[in-house]
């Protein structure tokens, strides 16, 4: 603590080098510095208590201070174990104005390696904005922050959190112990959470999909902004953004030469095209596994050999889960790969690769290559090579996308925060997407930076095509 900021990272000292990053960062992220000089003076974020839970990487410490340029006090949480960059968390917390030794910045919980029970102690201080203040907005990356108010204020409701069973996943358990003691300290805390969040922006695919599951069944408690599904955001941070840190992460953990290599990438959506494109650069072959015939059918056509993964276990050298599915490669899977296969993750939850089936193999071994790079050793002596335990390995392994294309998806993160917060009552409870012409306006903030000159439509041209001169410039079905 320092006066009235609370913090809890690994090194306050890092915060000059993490500085020096972020300065960096900031002329990589034109939409968000663009924000910046549009909205300093009005302040829209004024009075929005943000409660938020994304990576906290160099690019999200940029959102932060934008989030605070625009008025608002954060409180901050990674929505990873392995994902914080703990020069950026410290940066964060000694602030723009402020140093190490006289932190003046925002409130960070989050260092890289976090266990379980630390993540979920983290994640419940968001929750506690100083004298007791709740928050009154959410920014959510995978939905764990909005999934503990909700719990929260369920159990609540009910007066008691359920009991654990021996066989619920360690996780689960840890979820609602924490939820337990907050019911003890304060019986009405999520509840009232619940009542005053305006509302939460969503970052990714899964979060997404838990959202829309909570509205199906009625359960949603406040309106939600799917940032995910922004054309700006999915078709190019999932898309080119895993290109880059993708390959990043493979190099870093593995070093190991990709081009000749056999790879199999699982699911072939947005993360999972964005995978084949930086494989196939560095020159491997490239197979993918899908569920769905749409998808499957679009890899056949851009050249892909579409196999199920039992077909190419024993011969491939490097496995890519992008699924956001569960159980897509088992243990017993993992048992025929060939010697030192590599096994990766980057769909969001660690639950793709059956981490916990591998654990029990009898008579297994786990050795550390180096931290988030694991071999693990069968009786037979052959091994495979798992990186970030499962987890998001582009994030574990590396430092997670590029701050170019972070700027686009942050920049709709911003926008959807003053689209709840400045417009209550605007937005139903209920999941919603930003109106196309604030996403054809980040796309916009970005033109320069790449050199690209826009061709404007004479009215007579708009006027042929049925759309205004300044857009939106397609129907909401497009799919770009
Ligand atoms: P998406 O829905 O576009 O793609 C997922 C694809 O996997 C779909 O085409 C689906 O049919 C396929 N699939 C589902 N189950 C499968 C199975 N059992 N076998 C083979 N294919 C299967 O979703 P998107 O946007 O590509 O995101 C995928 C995951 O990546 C999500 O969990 C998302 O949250 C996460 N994500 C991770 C990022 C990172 O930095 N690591 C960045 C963006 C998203």
Redesign the pocket.
């Known amino acids: 603590t320092a006066g009235d900021l609370e913090f809890a990272v690994a090194d306050l000292s890092l915060a000059a080098s993490g500085r020096t990053q972020l300065r960096l960062a900031e002329h990589e992220m034109p939409g968000l510095m663009a924000l910046r000089r549009e909205f300093a003076e009005t302040k829209p974020l004024r009075g929005a208590r943000i409660a938020g839970s994304l990576h906290m990487t160099v690019q999200t410490a940029v959102l932060i201070e934008t989030l605070v340029t625009l008025g608002a006090e954060v409180r901050w949480v990674s929505c990873n174990i392995f994902s914080t960059q703990d020069e950026a968390a410290a940066a964060v917390v000694a602030g723009p104005d402020g140093t190490a030794e006289h932190p003046a910045g925002s409130a960070v919980f989050a260092w890289k390696g976090e266990t379980l029970d630390e993540y979920w102690w983290c994640t419940e201080q968001l929750f506690r904005f100083p004298g007791g203040a709740l928050p009154n907005m959410i920014l959510d990356d995978?939905g764990d922050a909005t999934l503990l108010v909700h719990k929260g204020a369920e159990y609540e409701a009910a007066g008691t959190v359920p009991q654990p069973d021996e066989n619920d996943p360690e996780e689960y358990r840890i979820i609602l112990r924490t939820l337990a003691q907050s019911l003890a300290e304060d019986p009405r805390r999520f509840t009232r959470i619940a009542e005053q969040v305006l509302g939460v922006t969503e970052e990714?695919?899964?979060?997404v999909k838990r959202l829309y599951r909570l509205a199906e069944q009625g359960a949603l408690r406040f309106p939600a902004i799917n940032v995910?599904d922004s054309v700006t955001k999915?078709k190019f941070?999932?898309r080119y953004?895993?290109r880059h840190?993708m390959v990043d992460g493979l190099n870093r953990a593995t070093d190991v030469m990709i081009g000749g290599k056999l790879a199999v990438v699982?699911?072939?959506?947005?993360?999972?095209k964005g995978a084949v494109a930086a494989l196939r650069g560095q020159g491997a072959r490239v197979v993918i596994?899908?569920?769905?015939p749409i998808?499957a059918l679009q890899a056949a056509m851009d050249g892909l050999d579409v196999v199920e993964l039992d077909d190419v276990v024993e011969r491939a050298d490097i496995f890519l889960t992008?699924?956001?599915?569960r159980d897509?490669v088992s243990a017993a899977q993992m048992a025929r790969m060939k010697h030192n296969a590599i096994v990766a993750n980057?769909?969001?939850?660690d639950n793709e690769i059956d981490m916990a089936g591998l654990a029990k193999v009898p008579g297994l071994r786990k050795a550390e290559i180096k931290p988030q790079v694991h071999e693990w050793v069968f009786p037979d002596g052959h091994a495979i090579i798992v990186l970030s335990e499962g987890r998001?390995m582009?994030?574990g392994n590396a430092t997670?996308?590029p701050s170019f294309v972070m700027s686009a998806s942050f920049a709709n993160q911003v926008l959807a925060q003053i689209e709840l917060f400045t417009r209550p009552g605007h937005y139903p409870v209920g999941v919603h997407r930003l109106p196309k012409q604030l996403d054809e306006q980040v796309a916009r903030l970005h033109l320069d930076a790449v050199g690209a000159r826009l061709t404007r439509l004479s009215p007579e041209q708009a006027e042929y095509l049925g759309v205004d001169v300044d857009g939106p410039y397609k129907l909401d079905h497009y799919r770009y």
């Open positions: 995978g990714t695919t899964n979060g995910n999915s941070d999932n953004g895993i840190s699982c699911g072939y959506g947005d993360v999972g596994t899908e569920i769905d998808c992008t699924t956001g599915g897509i980057v769909g969001h939850f998001l582009n994030l997670g996308h």
